[in-house]
């Protein structure tokens, strides 16, 4: 008796576009890599000072997740595609099993259906005529953009971790797990 035991990676959910892809900022090179791609997954944090911007993309193509991290150098803080002074490009090695059990936690928490206004609540209410705002400032902005051929969404949480500890909220707790897992995979926590 012969068993085959075969090992296809799993795909991301079918959700809801929230936007339009917008890599109007991306190098030449990151776009080129993305299109590769049957599915992506790409995470970046998006911080105003830096003169810099790393994405880690997640690509899928061939039964298989891939692993790059493009890092985007520019000439001042002006992060546009003009500006680009030099892109470094790196593939890292992954199992795609790491990449399932992302993909499992986001079918069963929700992840794809976040709404960004919820997940970046910055006030509470403590009575009828009490509310506090919690406000936060030179902060970075923790973006998920995810793409599939049919759609494309966009989760953006500011300060997740540093909000989630002055106004906990079940919704940014989906993102931060979501953000410790990827960043698990990839080697960057």
Not at 128 to 139: K, L, M, N, W, Y
Request: charged share 25%; aromatic share 14%; with cysteine.
């Amino acid at each position: 008796m012969f068993i085959c035991i075969s090992s296809i990676a799993q795909t991301i959910p079918v959700f809801e576009s929230n936007s339009k892809e917008n890599n109007s900022n991306y190098s030449k090179l990151l776009t080129k890599w993305l299109s590769k791609f049957d599915e992506s997954i790409l995470f970046t944090s998006d911080c105003y000072w830096t003169k810099s911007n790393s994405y880690l993309v997640l690509g899928y193509n061939r039964n298989k997740w891939r692993l790059i991290k493009f890092t985007q150098f520019y000439n001042s803080i002006n992060k546009t595609k003009n500006n680009i002074r030099r892109v470094r490009k790196k593939e890292i090695q992954i199992k795609n099993k790491s990449v399932d059990d992302l993909i499992n936690y986001w079918r069963t928490s929700g992840f794809l259906f976040l709404n960004n206004d919820k997940i970046n609540t910055k006030s509470v209410q403590i009575n009828d005529s009490t509310q506090i705002e919690f406000s936060a400032s030179d902060g970075c902005n923790e973006i998920f953009r995810v793409r599939t051929k049919n759609a494309y969404r966009e989760i953006k949480c500011y300060l997740p971790i540093f909000m989630q500890e002055k106004i906990p909220i079940h919704e940014r707790e989906i993102f931060i797990n979501s953000m410790k897992m990827f960043l698990n995979i990839v080697g960057q926590n």
